[in-house]
């Protein structure tokens, strides 16, 4: 059965049981990095047109925020522990991607419009849905992982490049603001 009926009330249940609001701050933050993880989803399947190679990092991508969502869910130390965690190396691995990126992109020094084309649009979409799950966390105001506050950052840094990306190997056009 789909429903439980357990959170009618507006109260869900933390990993280990604890009942909590569904406007907690844990609540909000792993709810922000699912709705991340979707717009990851959608983000994917327009790369998938483009490069399947960022087809293949985006669904790792997706991987490593439910290990994120699983572990802000969980308040016990115990069970935070027996939990899988990010790879030692995943904030690197996303360091060497936007590197990478970066490496294949023309120099720019103006703002960014979202646009050009739709995988760059959504990438547009997803960093900033990556922003507020990285504000989200913080304001969890407990201990979580460096490690989960530095993916994030650098998430969002993956799918800005990401989104310059989508637009020059389709030979589409980045939009760039002007004061005019």
């Known amino acids: 059965m789909i429903y439980t009926k357990t959170g009618d009330q507006g109260e869900t249940s933390l990993v280990g049981g604890t009942r909590v609001s569904k406007c907690d701050a844990r609540v909000e933050a792993y709810g922000t990095v699912d709705e991340l ?4 989803g959608v983000t994917a399947e327009l790369a998938s047109a483009v490069d399947k190679a960022c087809y293949d990092d985006l669904k790792k991508i997706q991987n490593h925020l439910f290990i994120i969502q699983t572990l802000l869910a969980t308040e016990d130390e115990a069970t935070y522990a027996r939990l899988p965690q990010l790879p030692d190396d995943a904030v690197e691995w996303l360091e060497h991607q936007i590197d990478d990126i970066t490496g294949k992109l023309p120099k720019n020094n103006a703002f960014v419009i979202p646009g050009g084309n739709m995988a760059n649009a959504q990438c547009h979409v997803a ?3 990556c922003r507020r799950a990285e504000r989200r966390i913080v304001a969890m105001q407990c201990e ?9 950052n650098r998430l969002s840094d993956y799918l800005f490049v990401l989104s310059r990306l989508m637009v020059l190997v389709t030979g589409d056009k980045e939009n760039f603001w002007s004061a005019k």
């Open 37 to 40: 993880n979707a717009q990851i």
């Open 127 to 129: 960093r900033t849905v």
């Open 144 to 152: 979580v992982d460096g490690s989960i506050r530095r993916y994030m």
